[in-house]
């Protein structure tokens, strides 16, 4: 089986920070790009940031030098680190692993909740 479990949502208030972790299984982890996607009531998913298998980055340009991605591939991890949290981060954040090299596979984790107070 597939799995991506994510951890480390919570309420933070504004101005902190969290550090959202995906921990996933029965794939394998080094041929998948990563990415964290985040979901608030009545608008459309949105990709926040991905890492490739190479280790290349992207951002929404509403977290850039607020967020990093990274990866462990020896622990089969990806993280979120999110520093200076706003209102507006409050979302579900969703872990979503995808292989785009030969076959094609997407994945993704049951969300984990981020409520950032003001």
């Known amino acids: 089986q597939v799995q991506l479990v994510e951890s480390g949502g919570g309420l933070v208030q504004a101005g902190g920070s969290l550090r959202l972790s995906c921990a996933a299984s029965?794939?394998?982890?080094?041929?998948?790009?990563m990415g964290w996607y985040r979901q608030v009531p009545g608008k459309q998913r949105e990709l926040v940031a991905r890492?490739?298998?190479?280790?290349?980055?992207n951002y929404v340009d509403s977290v850039k030098g607020r967020f990093t991605i990274s990866r462990d591939n020896a622990k089969n991890t990806v993280y979120l680190q999110m520093n200076s949290l706003e209102p507006d981060d409050t979302a579900v954040y969703y872990c979503?692993?995808?292989?785009?090299?030969?076959?094609?596979?997407?994945?993704w984790g049951k969300g984990t909740l981020v409520t950032v107070s003001s």
């Open positions: 890492i490739t298998r190479a280790s290349n980055t």
């Open positions: 979503n692993a995808r292989r785009n090299l030969g076959f094609r596979a997407d994945y």
């Open positions: 029965g794939i394998t982890f080094s041929v998948y790009d």
